[in-house]
């Protein structure tokens, strides 16, 4: 027997065992009106509901809605009742300007768009044939709870949703993750961090970021509890650690860093940190130093798990936790076995090829780029998926990523590519050369540095260049540092050499990456 494994699996076991759990404690704070805590009963209930008003708009099956939103019970729901009901949900990140959604929403062909409130003015420019401001005016189009929606005949191959990531182009493409790919990258996730019913996880991470990392399938899955969360802040977590009984937290370094320093506040004021011996943290995006894997273990108690992944790759594909052979580890040495990527996941292949990339095979693959067969095929060939990252495989089949191959810089967790913000710096028309790097940085793990080279006469300053660039690009790719040069340096064919230009910034480090 074969039986299509499809995102309804999860929330449809958490109505059936759970129905009277409570699912989600929506963010109190959101603009729209906040859903407050419902149970998994009523999440069902309106993951239909969602379905039902697709039904009603002749959104077809296939069909691709929208959604720029901040963390919420909405969107996780969503995540449901879009892609349940054969819906193509194409979660965008909720930092892009609105010429950046615009080519999303475009490229995409989204028939439906879901705005935000706060964003609603932002992006007021936009059009799409059905736009709606997420809260009451949604609910009232999207909400039909006296029909029931007509059932979708599950196809574990279909796409359920498209997740735009910036790369090596210097457009964001599409990445098409198919209800397979979702469905067991969250079942080998949540098998790898034992989750259980007894978990309540807090949404630290944006849900459009790969669904967020497809954690929340899982938890749905088990009957655990979502706690949501707007804002990124060290303090806000840990309170919600504590009002909440959290347990499960995943994250950029950025993230930890900031629960870091909110942790060391409330030490010095002669305060306990909450979740000691409870919450497992689990860290991605970049590779967090030892110093502050160490950290987590001596100054919080919370469990540190590192994970590697890419968006195409839904995303686990690597993970290292604590196992018994590093529990007579002093924490520092404990710390240092776990800044590796890790190793691979239940059901993935990881190799390493002549140039030193990462390679990886894996269900969890996505099925191409969105209307990018070229981009795809150069991405997925020979059986493996290039990650475009270096690094080296050690002898206990741990993954190291040491190395970027491919131009893009991680600030905070969120890929910036580097063409995408040349581009942008390019169209001032004082600027004749620019490279963008990405320089260590304590807080960001790397700072996007434009070097730049003006017309003669030119009075372009740092803070003229970076506003130009705030026009253009979402404030986290917009340089932050520029540095303006008489020349870059170059090949003899004329091409950039980046390397080159990274150099002097790199020379205190023993990776190339942060
Ligand atoms: P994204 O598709 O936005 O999730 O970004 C994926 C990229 O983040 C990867 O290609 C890596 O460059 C980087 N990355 C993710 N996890 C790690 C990790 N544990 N260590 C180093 N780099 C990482």
Redesign the pocket.
Known sequence: MKVALTVNDFLRRAELVYPDRVAVVDEPDQPAESWGSIDYREMARRARAMAAGLDELGIGVGERVAMVSHNSARLLTALFGVSGSGRVLVPINFRLVAAEVRYIVEHSGARILLVDPELADALADVDCERKLIIGAESDAVLMKFDTEPVPWEADEDATATINY???TTARPKG?QLTHRNVWINATTFGWHMGVSDRDVYLHTLPQF??NGWGMLYAVSAMGGRHVIIRKIDGHEILRRVEEQGVTLICGAPAVLNAVLDAAAELTADGKEVPGRDRVRIV?????PPTKTIERTEVELGWEFV???????TA?LI?INRNREEFDDLSPFDRAQKLSR??APSFGTTMAVDDEGEILARSNTVMEGYWEQPEQTEAAIRDGFFH???GGTIDDDQYVV?SD?K?D?I?SG???VSSIEVEDAIFQHPDVTEVAVIGIPDEKWGELVTALVVTTPGSDLNEAGLIAHAKGLLAGYKCPKRVEFRDELARTATGKLQKFKLREPFWSDTTRQ?N
């Open positions: 990531t910036s790369g990445v970021h790969c860290v991605a995006g970049a590779p590192q994970i590697y992944g890419l968006t195409e995303p690597t990527a890790g990650t475009g990252d990523i970027r491919k893009v991680i967790g969120e890929n990456i």
